[in-house]
């Protein structure tokens, strides 16, 4: 309201006007159910704004971005890992640091980042084919569909065991010359080209796939795993993060983590068989052993403790790098499908 008032001297003085005051809306579970409505309703509209093609070329683009940034982040953590893995060396966390100590006054700081390259050349195509095969697993096992609430929890463990699957199968042979340079000495193997043709050059073509069944048998928990419980958690969080980008980020971060720890859990005996595969022409008198024979060297070695050396360090490193993966997977998809709608 407004009006006149005279002062002291009988000028005349304006009061404010004051605007009416307006109805304060609360946070209640309703308004927030709402919101959630809102960013879900947001959500669809740029998925559908989008073709299959668009969808398959950001998640392609989001992965490879995602995947280089994690495992470049934990790479002397990782390198330090298999070392252990594929050693008689009992594993402490004073163990690996001097480990890490003495490649480092051995060989540089660069050393500590040996067999990155045979990384990046493997995890940027996984990554990219793995959270695309997701999201195309996920729109073929139909588990955003209404009415299928029953079994969508069923079908997401599916999708991401599928899509762990699909890109473990077309990348092994990367994977294994990785876990040749990461353990051998810098005058042993220069390049990720010579790993290629020691092994060919060895023991044939199929060596190249050498490890790949315990790698399958530990890929199916571990993705189906770690994609489930991102899926889930992620969609928990949406209700408070509709309208807080920083506290979005957070969440991913957080649900990453959280699936990394859980899908290591479910799958880690199964790495430490894989490496010792991987890496057994390293050690001639390994070279002939199966799965199941390697499996009982393991075990004659220390035991049960044998398959879960170095878990303590995946349990730093795992959240880590899953979580920052999946974050900035995320990160990177928004904002192509943005600047695409």
């Known amino acids: 309201m407004s009006g006149h008032v005279e002062n002291s001297l009988g000028t005349a003085i304006q009061l404010p006007i004051m605007a009416p005051i307006t ?3 609360s946070l209640s579970p309703t308004s927030l159910k709402n919101d959630d409505n809102k960013a879900d309703a947001s959500a669809t509209y740029q998925e559908a704004s989008i073709t299959n093609s668009q969808r398959v070329f950001t998640s392609l683009a989001a992965g490879a971005i995602a995947g280089g940034v994690a495992k470049t982040a934990i790479a002397p953590l990782d390198r330090t890992k298999i070392k252990f893995q594929i050693s008689k060396q009992p594993f402490t966390a004073r163990a690996a640091i001097d480990s890490l100590v003495n490649d ?29 095969a997701f999201e195309q697993w996920k729109r073929i096992l139909k588990v955003e569909e209404p009415g299928r609430e029953h079994d969508h929890k069923t079908r997401r463990f599916l999708a991401g065991a599928l899509a762990g699957i699909t890109s473990q199968s077309m990348t092994y042979p990367l994977d294994l010359a990785r876990a040749q340079m990461a353990v051998s000495q ?7 080209r010579h790993v ?7 023991e044939g073509i199929a060596s190249f796939y050498r490890g790949f069944t315990p790698t399958i048998l530990g890929v199916i928990p571990y993705a189906g795993v770690s ?10 969080f949406s209700v408070y993060t509709v309208h807080n980008p920083g506290l979005s980020a957070m969440s991913g971060l957080v649900s990453g983590a959280v699936a990394g720890m859980m899908g290591q859990a479910t799958s880690y005996p199964l790495d430490i068989v894989r490496r010792r595969m991987q890496t057994s022409t ?11 024979q390697m499996t009982k060297k393991i075990y004659a070695e220390d ?12 349990w730093v490193k795992g959240p880590i790098a899953v979580g920052i993966s999946f974050a900035t997977y995320d990160l990177v998809k928004d904002t192509l499908r943005q600047i695409l709608c």
């Open 23 to 25: 109805k304060v809306h």
């Open 104 to 132: 480092y006054k051995r060989d540089g700081l660069v050393s500590l980042w040996r067999g990155n390259s045979a990384t990046m050349v493997r995890i940027i195509p996984y990554a990219a084919i793995q959270f695309t």
């Open 186 to 192: 810098k005058d042993e193997i220069k390049n990720l």
């Open 196 to 202: 290629f043709i020691r092994i060919y050059e060895k």
């Open 227 to 236: 994609f489930f419980f991102y899926d889930t958690l992620k969609n928990m």
């Open 282 to 292: 390293l050690n001639n008198n390994l070279n002939t052993l199966g799965v199941l």
């Open 303 to 314: 035991g049960i403790r044998s398959f879960y050396k170095g878990l303590s360090m995946n």
